[in-house]
Nanobody, 125 residues
């Protein structure tokens, strides 16, 4: 089970840190990802991180502004979001996959096995 938190309302240029806590004792066996979705659109890939945390991959739209990280001892993955823009407004979801594919290929939602409930991020202009 994945529980996302940390969303909220922030002004453009501000920062937020999302957290996603996982239950169970096998967190380190999962590649983790963050996606986001706005009403009427498909779920969009944001970032992914390898099992050890040593490899990360980002969508072009957030590269250089967002940072994904994980703490396997705490069963938690984070998404630090800086320099937020109004177009970052969405519901953000964390996801987990046991896929053995490299993280760079895990950019579609269908490749993930488990999902959190989502947390709303709203960026005002």
């Amino acid at each position: 089970q994945l529980q996302a938190s940390g969303g909220g309302l922030v002004q453009a240029g501000g920062s937020l840190r999302l957290s996603c806590a996982a239950s169970g004792r096998t967190f380190s066996s999962y590649v983790m990802g963050w996606f986001r979705q706005v009403p009427g659109k498909e779920r969009e890939f944001v970032a992914t991180i390898s099992r050890s945390g040593g490899y990360t991959y980002y969508s072009d739209s957030v590269k250089g502004r967002f940072t994904i990280s994980r703490d396997n001892a705490k069963n938690t993955v984070y998404l630090q979001m800086n320099s937020l823009k109004p177009e970052d407004t969405a519901v953000y979801y964390c996801a987990a996959t046991r896929s053995l594919s490299t993280a760079v290929t895990l950019t579609t939602s269908s490749k993930y096995d488990y999902w959190g409930q989502g947390t709303q991020v709203t960026v005002s202009s």
